[in-house]
């Protein structure tokens, strides 16, 4: 939104929008001091941009529910919201998370942290990056839970039987 709208305004909103690509990708409530003061002077130079805002500020409450049924029902209304707002890359965002709203839903049942998914996918990876000469896989897989399992680089289970005896 912020490119599009200093694309068609001109010199005067560039002076405004340029470098405050972070101020504006950043949760509200996160921003402080002079960011918070230029947020606001961005937002009210340019309706469009600060109703893109308004939105992406909305959507972060799909976090908090704990029912799919209501995360569901949420995302339907802030979806109904944005037909009305006619924001053409917010509608393009709406439709994205459309496709993946059963994964997204997903996170409702089991609140694991992103970067612990994150971290769990780049181990996955790595693993298999090395997987060459695995004969079957079946032991690919035994590996990959191996590695991302954080308990198993722990579990020593014959450390207790043979323990030295002075």
């Not at 009210?44 to 109703?51: H, Y």
């Not at 049924?69 to 009305?84: C, E, I, P, S």
């Not at 694991?112 to 990876?125: D, S, T």
Request: proline content about 3%; charged content about 30%.
């Amino acid at each position: 939104m912020r490119v599009q709208e200093i694309r068609k305004a001109g010199k005067w909103m560039k002076g405004r929008l340029s470098g405050k690509k972070f101020i504006l990708l950043s949760r509200q409530a996160h921003v402080r001091g002079n960011a918070r003061a230029e947020l606001n002077n961005a937002l009210r130079a340019n309706k469009r941009l600060f109703k893109s805002h308004l939105m992406k500020e909305t959507f972060g409450h799909l976090w908090s529910y704990a029912s799919k049924t209501w995360a569901r029902k949420f995302f339907r209304g802030w979806v109904d919201q944005l037909k009305w707002s006619r924001l053409k890359p917010m509608q393009k965002f709406a439709r994205m998370v459309e496709k993946h709203l059963d994964g997204i839903l997903a996170y409702c049942d089991n609140k694991a942290p992103l970067g612990f998914i994150e971290a769990a996918n780049a181990k996955a990876r790595n693993v298999i990056r090395r997987a060459y000469g695995y004969r079957d896989n079946a032991y690919l897989d035994l590996k990959i839970i191996q590695t991302c399992t954080p308990w198993m680089n722990r579990f020593k289970p014959w450390s207790f039987t043979h323990s030295r005896v002075p």
